[in-house]
């Protein structure tokens, strides 16, 4: 990455801060519970990804306990009649979603489960992946199902949440030790995706650019 990309995103950041760009994404929450929960299930990812996400834009709405998935004021008609997975679920059968919509990725989560709430986010960061990135995914995501071997049945549905379950996966320690446990290789690549976030993010808020010889080209964002 150029000092003038660099220069660039660090406008584009504007001396915004994690709350700030999640707060900035939430277009509904049904109190403030709920919005702080959020925060703190968020603010686990890396600066430089939410922004990304909240600059695309990412809208989320977050359901009140007994609220369905369908009340969510950001789906589209296509997202509401839409089946996922092997079973063909309906969206009142899904603990939260996450799907593009035109113009804006939308979220949809309950408030009462972090790792639901990282889940669906990890949804939208796949969505700025790199397409040298989505590959290498692919091919573990190939490999696993020649195995039969993911972190929990939801992840062999697809890639989508296959990543997304590895993703949440790695912010919680728990968690992370069981995904290291049954797919090093997924670990090692999310391991060092989060790392190259971070290290990015921690470049954004300098107050100087620095040099960008050397540095590694970033994977997925």
Do not use: N
């Not at 990304?52 to 990412?58: E, R, V």
């Not at 997202?79 to 949809?108: F, K, M, N």
């Amino acid at each position: 990455m150029s000092d003038r990309q660099l220069t660039d995103l660090r406008a584009r950041l504007g001396g915004r801060g994690k709350r700030e760009l999640i707060e900035g994404m939430i277009v509904r929450s049904p109190h403030p519970a709920a919005t702080g929960r959020l925060i703190t299930a968020l603010e686990v990812y890396p600066l430089a990804t939410l922004m990304l996400a909240h600059d695309y834009p990412t809208k989320i709405w977050i359901l009140d306990r007994g609220e369905k998935v369908s009340s969510a004021g950001i789906l589209t008609q296509r997202i509401l009649h839409r089946r996922w997975h092997s079973a063909g679920i309906g969206v009142d059968d899904c603990e939260g979603l996450t799907d593009v919509a035109p113009g804006y990725v939308a979220v949809v989560t309950s408030w009462r489960s972090l790792l639901v709430m990282r889940h669906e986010f990890a949804h939208a960061v796949t969505t700025f992946f790199s397409a040298p990135f989505r590959q290498q995914l692919r091919q573990l995501y190939d490999e696993a199902r020649l195995r039969g071997q993911f972190t929990e049945p939801l992840a062999g549905e697809s890639i989508g949440e296959y990543v997304a379950c590895g993703l949440s996966y790695h912010f919680f320690p728990d968690l992370r030790t069981e995904l290291m446990a049954v797919d090093p290789a997924l670990y090692r690549l999310i391991d060092r995706f989060i790392a190259q976030a971070e290290d990015l993010s921690m470049r954004l808020t300098a107050e100087e650019a620095q040099p960008a010889a050397g540095v590694e080209e970033r994977t997925g964002v």
